[in-house]
Nanobody, 126 residues
Framework: QVQLVESGGGLVQAGGSLRLSCAAS????????MAWFRQAPGKEREFVAR????????WYATSVKGRFAISRDDARNTAYLQMHSLKPEDSAVYYC???????????????????WGQGTQVTVSS
């Protein structure tokens, strides 16, 4: 079992920055990959970023590449999403997710992740 708790969301002006945190507990944090997804009202949940369990490899959605950075601190059992140059279209509920399966394909889909946090709201004003 893995429990995930996000924090760090809020209201920010366009062009601003936020850092989201995802605190994990339960199973050994360093043993699984982590990801961030987001869901805006009336839209499907979409992939944002993923980091492997060793932190070496990362993936990003095209829409956030170059602006967002995913990282992890295994000593703190925490994953992060640093967001820069925020745009109004980045507004959404952001969820962190854990992949304890060791998925190697389809990692941008929700099905690859078996544990989810409750989400944190990010609102970017224009």
């Amino acid at each position: 079992q893995v429990q995930l708790v996000e924090s760090g969301g809020g209201l920010v002006q366009a062009g601003g920055s936020l850092r989201l945190s995802c605190a994990a507990s339960g199973r050994t944090f360093s043993s699984y990959a982590m990801a961030w997804f987001r869901q805006a009202p009336g839209k499907e949940r979409e992939f944002v970023a993923r980091i492997t369990r060793n932190g070496i490899n990362t993936w990003y959605a095209t829409s956030v590449k170059g602006r967002f950075a995913i990282s992890r601190d295994d000593a703190r059992n925490t994953a992060y999403l640093q967001m820069h140059s925020l745009k109004p279209e980045d507004s959404a509920v952001y969820y962190c997710a854990a992949d304890t399966f060791g998925t190697t394909v389809g990692v941008v889909t929700s099905a690859a992740y078996d544990y989810w946090g409750q989400g944190t709201q990010v609102t970017v004003s224009s």
